[in-house]
Each structure stands twice: as structure tokens, then as C-alpha cells.
């Protein structure tokens, strides 16, 4: 807890006005790999509390769209469309489709994590799941040139996922960003343009 508290992300994102300190991951990966246009429309899968849907709607502006999906409700954001429920659902799905109004998805996000075990392996399992989910959800929403940014974790079926990605995308990319804890074995993996 104190090292949350006392972490330097932690208190600039409060100081800034975001949600989380997941804000300034994306803000990076964004500075660097110029994934949100004015004008995209980007999908926010598991969005609670909220830091990268602010950041995307902030960069891809009045004329972007950002829905961000989560099972937790999540405090309105302006320029953020919310949808609470399981993004595997036709009834979530088809609110989804209804609010794109038939304009494609040009990047779908996945900071997803799982309610940690502290069992590392137990941990990685739910983590690549989401991931694996993710990129399901990507395959069936992205525009041919679209971008998916999905977090996982190294350890087991890191590999096997990069395949996927692979398989999936014509580019594909590891960011690690400063904001992502030394410690952590998180990693963000980027693909780009459908194959």
C-alpha cells in the first residue's frame, strides 16, 4: 500500500485529473507508436476506473469515439460512451455495434487484468486468458488496418499468444513503459494491420 501511495505516477495522476496511473503507460506507447488519431474510433475493453478511456477520448477528439466495455460500473467520462457488462455477450455486443453506427473500430485496448491470486502461475493463466479474449474481440472488430494494444504478463503461453498476435497482425511490437512498475512482469504487446 505504501508503495502505491508513494509511487510517482500515483500522485501525478492525481494531480493531472486521471483515473489511474495506467494513464501514463498508454500516453507513452501513444507518444511513441501514434496510435490515437483525432477521429478514431477506439474500443476500451475492462476500462474501470477509466485512465486510458480518458486519454484516448482526449486524443482522438469531438470527431473520435471512445466506448469503453467493463463488468464494473465505471463514473462517466466526457467524450467516453460506457457500456457495464461482459463484452462475450450478444446483448453487450449489439449495444456495441448499435452505438459504433456502423463505423469500424480502428483500435481496440485491453488493460484487463484479473482480481490478483498472488499465485504467479494461477495469475498468468487469467492474464493471457483476457488477453487471448481480447484478441478474439479484435479479429471480429477492427478495421483492416486497425491496432490492438493488450496487456499481458511473461511467463507461460507468453510465446504461444506473440504466435497468435502474429498470425493475426503484420506487425507486432513489446512496450514496456516507464510507467509500468521495474518489478512487474507485465509487457504491452501492439499489432497492427489485420493479415
Known amino acids: 500500500?505504501?508503495?502505491?501511495?508513494?509511487d510517482p505516477y500515483v500522485q501525478l495522476a492525481k494531480k493531472e485529473?486521471?483515473?489511474?496511473?495506467?494513464?501514463?503507460?498508454?500516453?507513452?506507447i501513444d507518444d511513441k507508436d501514434h496510435l490515437l488519431k483525432p477521429g478514431e474510433v477506439v474500443v476500451d475493453l475492462g476500462a474501470t476506473p477509466g485512465g486510458w478511456s480518458q486519454v484516448a477520448a482526449k486524443r482522438v477528439g469531438e470527431t473520435g469515439k471512445v466506448i469503453g466495455l467493463d463488468l464494473l460500473e465505471m463514473q462517466p467520462i466526457h467524450g467516453v460512451e460506457f457500456i457495464q457488462g461482459d463484452f462475450r455477450e450478444d446483448a453487450v455486443l449489439r449495444e456495441l455495434e448499435g452505438r459504433l453506427c456502423g463505423r469500424k473500430v480502428g483500435l481496440v485496448l485491453s488493460d484487463m487484468a484479473p482480481n490478483m491470486s498472488g499465485v504467479s502461475l494461477v495469475d498468468q493463466a487469467r492474464v493471457m486468458h483476457l488477453a487471448e479474449l481480447g484478441l478474439d474481440f479484435a479479429r471480429m472488430h477492427l478495421k483492416p488496418d486497425g491496432g490492438f494494444l493488450v496487456k499481458v504478463f511473461q511467463g507461460s503461453d507468453y510465446e504461444n499468444f506473440v504466435r497468435a498476435m502474429r498470425d493475426t497482425f503484420k506487425t507486432v511490437m513489446v512496450r514496456k513503459p516507464q510507467a509500468s512498475r521495474d518489478r512487474s512482469a507485465e509487457l504491452y504487446l501492439l499489432g497492427r494491420t489485420l493479415r
Open 1 to 6: 500500500m505504501r508503495e502505491h501511495v508513494n
Open 17 to 28: 485529473g486521471w483515473r489511474s496511473r495506467a494513464a501514463f503507460k498508454l500516453m507513452e
